[in-house]
């Protein structure tokens, strides 16, 4: 058998090698051109950091950054945190103060009129917290305003209207006892109710404006004390009325 003639290479490189290398010549110039187009613009980044340093700083169409030229049509203003943080905390201070203040009166006014043992002031935060224990207000099982009550908020109201500007959140509570009534339904509608019923006396007695209220009857879902004892059942029957700036 006749020996095959070996095939003869071809000098150069194959002709399929140069479409590759023009190929690859190409996605290097695309990606070359994406990170150029993408890169950060050093005195874009460096006029939104000097914005932190209480200034107002602004970038115009034309990638420049000064203070009082324009971003297209708007300006951008960063707000400084550090002032924000601290005029918050004046302002809480500020109401903390005044809630201190009130709830000073209120506790002056219960000493003077033996009511102390009956209602407890608590200042929470800037709120001020007025607790009616069981039985000042409302007779056991009803939810009616008894005769003495209306003494007790005569006298709160008046302190209240001292501050037209606050916001009272008025709340009926009580214990896990099912309440035994044909007229009151459940202790959902017991709670609802002596809260209505403290309101309807603000408003119709002291003539206070209804938009200061806030009313919710909570039933016994918001206990301060386990319902064990007969002692703890009564410090969950109580009303609270809830001095605040805001809703």
Known sequence: MANKKKEE??????????????????LLCFFVLLFATSSVDAEKFQAIAQSFNDKVIVINAGGKSDEGSKLGSGIMDLPNVDRNIHDSKENFKKQRE??????????????ENNLSDNIEVEVIGDEVLLNFKDGILFSSGEDELNADSKEVLNGVGSLLLKYPDKNIKIEGHTDNVPINSVRIKNNWYLSSNRALAVLTYFIEDKNMEEKMFVVEGKGEYSPIAPNDTPENK????????RITNYR
């Open 9 to 26: 290479c071809k000098a150069g490189l194959p002709s399929w090698m140069a479409t590759y290398g023009d190929l690859v010549t190409l």
């Open 98 to 111: 005044e809630a201190e203040k009130m709830a000073s009166e209120f506790k002056t006014y219960f000493a």
């Open 234 to 241: 009564g410090k969950n029957r109580r009303v609270e009325i």
